[in-house]
Structures are given as C-alpha cells and as structure tokens.
C-alpha cells in the first residue's frame, strides 16, 4: 500500500458526479409488452385454471326433398375449450443493512441503492416477460408463459426457431377441432431456405390471410431492422407517415389498418439481444422439419428443396382489438403476484434482507387464425 495513501488533490478536493443521473445502458425497449398492457388486458381473479371456450364445427343441415324426408337428428359436438395456468416469475433483490443503513444514506449519498436495484428488478421483470412473449411454454419450457411462438401455428409449419407445435392450450390441433386452433407461418425467404428481401406483396398476402371480413389485424410488430426493411422497399416511392399510439406513444407507420412497431426484443438477425441472463432465444438456422416432397402453405419449401432454414428477421401481425379478446394478456390481480415488491425480510443470522418482485401471468390467443407471423426476411 503506497504511503501516504492519499495524494494532496484526493485530501483537500472532493469528487464530483455529474450529472446525477444513472444512465441504463442495459436495458432496451420493449413496446409490444406495453402494447399487450395497454389493449389485451385482462385481470385473472382466481379459479383453478383459465379457459377459453371456442366453436369449431357446424351443426348438420343441408337441402332435402319435400315431404318424407327423415331428418339427420345426429347432435354432433361443436364446442371445446383450451385450458392454462399461471406462469409465475420473480426477481429478486438482495441488500445489506451496513449498505443501507450506514454508508448510502444522507446528503453524500448521490443515488439510493435500493432505489437503483428496485428499479432495475421491475425493469428485470419486464425484459424477462418481453423475451419470453416470443416464444413458448412448453416441453422443457413447461414454467415459462405461453408465447406466440406456440399459440401462431398450426401443426406442420414451424415457428421460427424450428418447432412445430401439434397443440396448443393443451388441446390437440388438427385432430376433432379441425383446423380451429390453428395460424400457419409465413415464409419470405428463398426456396432454397435463405432470407430474402421483404416485399409488398408477400407482406400483403400475409395481411390478407389473417383477415375475416372486417377483422384484420391492427398492429405489426418487429425488430428495428424488419421495420427498416419494409419502410425500404416496400414501396419506395411512398412516404410513410409517421403516427402515435394515443394510449401509450409509440411511433410508428400504417400498414393497410395496422399500425408497424420495432421492439428491440423480437428475433432478429441483425439486432436481436442474445442474453444468457434474460433467455437465449436466437437461432441462426434450423433444419427443415417438413417432408421431402410436396407442396406447404405459405411458400414454405420441402426440405429436398431446403434442408436447413435460416429465420433472419421475424415479424408479427397481431389483432389486438379489446372488442374481439383475440388475444388476452392476463396477469393475476394479486397485490402479491402483481408485479409488486414484497417487501425486505431480514435474514436469521446476518444483516442481509431480501425481497421479490413477483408476477402470476400468461398470454391466451382467443382466435390464433386472427393473428400470424413470419420470417425469412434479410437485408
């Protein structure tokens, strides 16, 4: 240790911070939570799991020949449910009495630390819940949050990380529901399983088979390289206009009624976060599931034609109307497991308290042919 330990400067001058404003150089955004939080919230008041009740067949009619004729009095069955539960997180934030009590407090203490980590634990939370919108809860993914990854497909095609899931809110799709449950990708890349350039036309075809009628969806949501990709070449002659969600302010840009959001937490090639603390979610590429001949819906090769697939730049479109609960986003009204502090618990036998930040919650997709995604897309 140098003698003296201090230097002339360091004894007579203090330091100063400015500004005294902690920077987060850490965290990034995530509107398509907020999004979700502003129009597809609904409170889970209790009960031993939600369901979500759906028709998927008609009843049996048709013309027949006047007088005499015997009438099919057959009641088939045309109504099912898919059931979930809540997927429960919790941060948690630890500190010790020395810490707080003694050293960070009063007028030398430029920034609180309990406030800094109680602010980073929400702010924790809420990545964790971005990342994990996006993909699934199934499998070895049992306790996470039913994502759209699982709830945006149909059986055959897969999901931009290579899986294909057969069901969905623990019913089986394609089997006596029919294709009630289903959304199938869409692909934008080559035949040949590459990434390809985004274009108005794939991008409206995609629109046009998540539209019923007057139904179509009303927000398309992306990472920021997708959303340079379509003001690029979609049409370059057309200045976009750029628009405000009133809810909740978001920039953004029309497409047909939707309106075009980046969050920095979808899949992307290009701009994609790939934190071991938050959920590795990337995948370069995936080997083609599908069969080795014959047509798939979507543009979707077979896997002679590609063998591996390469996801590049994901984007969604979602029908997020509050009137038609399409998609319910649902988080317990529990002052427990509502994304509030607990409180500090002190330990038995040293000076450390520890509190959680706890959360009940789980993503329900009414009606998964309203809403849709696809990849493929490259610069």
């Known amino acids: 240790m140098a003698d003296p330990i201090l230097d002339a400067v360091n004894v007579t001058t203090l330091k100063e911070v400015f500004p005294r404003v902690l920077f987060d150089n850490y965290f990034l955004g995530a509107p398509f939570q907020?999004?979700?939080?502003?129009?597809?919230?609904?409170?889970?008041?209790?009960?031993?799991?939600?369901?979500?009740?759906?028709?998927?067949?008609?009843?049996?009619?048709?013309?027949?020949?006047?007088?005499?004729?015997?009438?099919?009095?057959?009641?088939?069955?045309?109504?099912?449910a898919t059931l979930f539960d809540p997927k429960y997180y919790e941060v948690n934030v630890s500190e010790y009495l020395e810490d707080i009590d003694v050293l960070n407090k009063g007028p030398l203490a430029v920034f609180s630390i309990v406030d800094i980590d109680l602010q980073a634990a929400v702010n924790t939370l809420s990545t964790?819940?971005?990342?994990?919108?996006?993909?699934?809860?199934?499998?070895?993914?049992?306790?996470?949050?039913?994502?759209?990854?699982?709830?945006l497909n149909d059986g055959t095609l897969p999901d931009w990380q290579g899986n294909v899931w057969s069901s969905y809110g623990t019913q089986a799709r394609n089997g006596a529901v029919g294709k009630a449950l289903?959304?199938?990708?869409?692909?934008?890349?080559?035949?040949?399983?590459?990434?390809?350039?985004?274009?108005?036309?794939?991008?409206?075809?995609?629109?046009?088979?998540?539209?019923?009628?007057?139904?179509?969806?009303?927000?398309?949501?992306?990472?920021?390289?997708?959303?340079?990709?379509?003001?690029?070449?979609?049409?370059?002659?057309?200045?976009?206009?750029?628009?405000?969600?009133?809810?909740?302010?978001?920039?953004?840009?029309?497409?047909?009624?939707?309106?075009?959001?980046?969050?920095?937490?979808?899949?992307?090639a290009k701009f994609g976060t790939n934190d071991p603390n938050l959920g590795n979610y990337l995948t370069a590429q995936f080997t083609n599931p599908l069969a080795s001949s014959g047509t798939f819906a979507n543009n979707f090769p077979n896997s002679t034609q590609a063998a591996n697939l390469t996801p590049g730049e994901v984007i969604g479109m979602f029908n997020t109307e509050p009137r038609n609960e399409y998609i319910i986003l649902r988080i317990s009204d529990s002052p427990e497991f509502g994304g509030n502090f607990t409180g500090f618990i002190r330990a038995q036998d040293n000076t450390r308290v520890a509190g959680q930040v706890k959360l009940a919650i789980n993503l329900e997709v009414t009606s998964p042919w309203a809403s849709g995604y696809g990849y493929g897309i490259g610069g």
């Open 34 to 80: 907020a999004y979700m939080r502003a129009h597809c919230l609904k409170p889970f008041g209790g009960g031993a799991f939600m369901q979500n009740s759906f028709l998927y067949g008609s009843l049996i009619g048709g013309a027949y020949a006047r007088g005499g004729a015997n009438f099919n009095l057959t009641k088939p069955q045309i109504i099912s």
């Open 128 to 151: 964790i819940i971005a990342v994990d919108l996006q993909q699934n809860g199934q499998g070895s993914r049992v306790l996470n949050l039913n994502g759209w990854a699982e709830a």
């Open 182 to 268: 289903n959304s199938s990708p869409y692909w934008f890349g080559t035949t040949a399983g590459g990434t390809a350039a985004v274009t108005y036309a794939a991008l409206e075809e995609m629109y046009q088979g998540l539209t019923r009628g007057t139904r179509q969806p009303n927000l398309i949501a992306c990472n920021r390289a997708a959303y340079a990709y379509m003001k690029e070449r979609m049409q370059v002659q057309q200045r976009f206009q750029q628009e405000r969600d009133p809810e909740w302010g978001m920039d953004g840009f029309r497409f047909n009624s939707a309106i075009v959001l980046k969050d920095d937490y979808f899949p992307s």
